[in-house]
């Protein structure tokens, strides 16, 4: 996303947003232990397989959150990676498998989590800038890979990294059910308005954005460009920022920031 001083609105492309929500669920996925469990024992009931992700001691938070939040899609998971292992499917197609059937899954709750209340939006903000500050102190190259993408992968990801990126997936699923069962009704518009856009660049400024910061967000070829530490840097004054925006503002700023994915 870049913001376009000449309309006084922000434009998409140049830090991830949306598509986060995907990636992290997904990352969560791969850190799974469960996976390295399917393939030793192989065991294929479903409640089994449900009862083992549960359990597991990385992404079990996940699992759990989303036995309350959305069972049926939990269990209709546990039933595919069921039918897979009985028919003698490898590791790789399981993975291949479970990763295509919830990113499906998460994409089609984007828009619910834009039109999540007050409180659950709260939560997403406040364990997305624990993430960001994290990897921004472990390891530059993995914070700027999660501003650009999305995505942090678990492999590389250690200590204190894990259970945060556990924290902001269990709270963008809560933000979903949250706001499937009880929306905010927000008018999300298509594009950016100077009255979301200008107070989101100056609370970037006061977070420490400098000009030449600006510069690269602002250009529609400036963040892809930038080098690691600048695209981290400008992710966490991004996130900060909309923390400290206005509550009406802030909630519309993160619904509209939420809900980008293409």
């Known amino acids: 996303?870049?913001?376009?001083?000449?309309?006084?609105?922000?434009?998409?492309?140049?830090?991830?947003?949306?598509?986060?929500?995907?990636?992290?669920?997904?990352?969560?996925?791969?850190?799974?232990?469960?996976?390295?469990?399917?393939?030793?024992?192989r065991r294929t009931?479903?409640?089994?397989?449900?009862?083992?992700?549960?359990?597991?001691?990385?992404?079990?938070?996940?699992?759990?959150t989303m036995k309350?939040?959305?069972?049926?899609?939990?269990?209709?998971?546990?039933?595919?990676?069921?039918?897979?292992?009985?028919?003698?499917?490898?590791?790789?197609t399981i993975r291949r498998e479970g990763y295509d059937f919830l990113k499906k899954s998460a994409e089609s709750h984007v828009q619910a989590v834009?039109?999540?209340?007050?409180?659950?939006?709260?939560?997403v903000r406040k364990t997305r800038r624990a993430l960001l500050k994290a990897l921004e102190n472990h390891d530059v190259m993995l914070c700027a890979q999660f501003v650009m993408t999305g995505a942090v992968f678990v492999p590389n990801v250690q200590g204190e990294i894990r259970?945060?990126?556990?924290?902001?997936?269990?709270?963008?699923w809560k933000a979903a059910a949250a706001g499937r069962d009880r929306p905010a009704k927000r008018e999300i518009?298509?594009?950016?308005?100077?009255?979301?856009?200008?107070?989101?660049?100056?609370?970037?400024?006061?977070?420490?954005?400098?000009?030449?910061?600006?510069?690269?967000?602002?250009?529609?070829?400036?963040?892809?460009?930038?080098?690691?530490?600048?695209?981290c840097a400008i992710g966490v004054y991004l996130w900060e920022a909309v923390d400290s925006l206005p509550a009406d503002t802030s909630d519309l700023v993160t619904a509209m920031m939420m809900s980008q994915v293409e």
Not at 49 to 55: F, P
Not at 73 to 85: A, G, N
């Open 1 to 41: 996303m870049a913001y376009d001083a000449g309309r006084g609105g922000i434009s998409r492309g140049s830090v991830a947003t949306g598509i986060g929500i995907v990636l992290l669920l997904l990352a969560a996925l791969g850190g799974a232990f469960w996976w390295q469990i399917a393939e030793k024992n």
């Open 45 to 64: 009931a479903p409640e089994t397989i449900e009862a083992e992700l549960m359990q597991d001691p990385f992404a079990g938070r996940l699992f759990t």
């Open 68 to 92: 309350t939040t959305h069972p049926q899609e939990l269990t209709d998971f546990t039933h595919r990676m069921s039918k897979l292992m009985r028919g003698g499917s490898s590791l790789e």
């Open 114 to 123: 834009a039109q999540a209340p007050r409180a659950e939006l709260i939560e």
């Open 163 to 172: 259970p945060l990126l556990m924290d902001a997936n269990v709270a963008v």
């Open 189 to 231: 518009p298509k594009e950016w308005r100077e009255s979301e856009a200008v107070p989101l660049i100056e609370a970037m400024r006061i977070a420490g954005m400098s000009d030449t910061d600006l510069q690269v967000f602002t250009s529609p070829y400036g963040m892809p460009s930038a080098p690691a530490w600048q695209q």
